[in-house]
């Protein structure tokens, strides 16, 4: 199989296939190989030229997940997460395979927005067809049904940042397009291709029991939140919800990890377009005190219900939402506390719902 036979590649324009063919290597690899362990750092990604390849992992007995022959991509988390390898990939037959090294394909995929797509279409696919073996050893004593939602909540929450990048990808390919616009696509692209990075590494949180450190350096926190509130407009438009400032944010600075933190942001912002199934307003409102900044979420949904609002922070709790992994939340509070704050909901007669985090003060 070449490469330019390769399902994911079909589309590439001639010049992208060119580029890719100067950074990728064949490799061989006989009956019997590891060709990667799982917990090793990842190197890169690698499509399968011949042969079979079978994906395994498990913590008390190995399973093998799926089998991947001619055509068909593995590897490809090492591309979008910074983390090990979540299972072993082996050859069950004499294989060939193309390998595209991870620093090489990170500047391709900033080049090539349709790859991007593609690629991050091929991580929905996969975590869509996540398999139930392997599921049930990471939830144990969780339902089947429980099971199913979560599976379906990832691929929900993907969906957003894979329409963005489709259309920044449209766009960016549009004949007569100025160099400016062709800019902000691909700044667009690369923004959403991190945001999913963060959502992959969120999941790994509870399916390897790793926590992502959060690289705490002193921002601008006015800055931070108007950059991101563009974003959260554009997502919550799409289920004809408004996102309003009712106040503009302080010109304070804090330690926090942008990244990370955006994440916070996006699950709230998420969480309530949620709950306000014909449209509604968000609102967000900014405090002060002597050593912190105080963030409020307040929807126009019909609140919190009682008998889940001392579980709301749990993993895996959810409520009058029909797609949601359930840890939304949890991870919020994860990421808050990890940047030494804390965050809070509560209920008043007559509003929706409002969430609350608080975010320390450089000193």
Known sequence: MSLESIPLLRNLKSVELQALRLITQTKQFPAGTDIFLEGAPGDGLYFVKSGLIEISG???????????????????????????????????????????????????????????????????????????????????????????????????????????????????????????????????????????????????????????????????????????????????????????????????????????????????????TDVMLNGGKLILRFSLTENEVITEFEDTGPGIPPEIADKLFQPFATHGKTKGTGLGLSICKKIVEDHGGKISARGEPGRGAIFSFTLPLAK
């Open 58 to 272: 498990g913590k008390t007995a190995r399973h093998v997940f799926s089998r991947l022959g001619p055509g068909e991509i593995f590897g490809e988390m090492a591309v979008i997460e910074h983390g090990t390898r979540s299972a072993t990939a082996s050859a069950a037959l004499d294989s060939e395979v193309f390998f595209v090294p991870r620093g090489e394909m990170l500047p391709f995929i900033e080049r090539s927005p349709g790859f991007a797509f593609a690629l991050l279409q091929q991580v929905s696919h996969r975590l869509r067809g996540f398999n139930q073996v392997h599921l049930r050893e990471l939830v144990e004593s969780e339902s089947l049904a429980l099971i199913g939602r979560f599976a379906q909540g990832i691929v929900h929450d993907l969906k957003n940042p894979l329409s963005i990048i489709s259309l920044s990808a449209e766009m960016f390919d549009m004949p007569g397009i100025s160099a400016e616009i062709r800019a902000k696509s691909q700044a667009r692209i690369r923004k959403q291709v991190e945001r999913v990075t963060d959502m992959v590494g969120d999941i790994l949180i509870f399916t390897q029991g790793t926590r992502p450190v959060a690289q705490l350096k002193r921002n601008d926190y006015r800055a931070f939140v108007l950059e991101l509130v563009h974003d959260l407009r554009s997502e919550a438009e799409m289920r004809s919800v408004q996102v309003e400032l009712e106040n503009v944010p302080p010109p304070i600075h804090a330690l926090f990890d942008p990244r990370r933190l955006s994440r916070v942001l996006f699950n709230l912002a998420g969480n309530a």
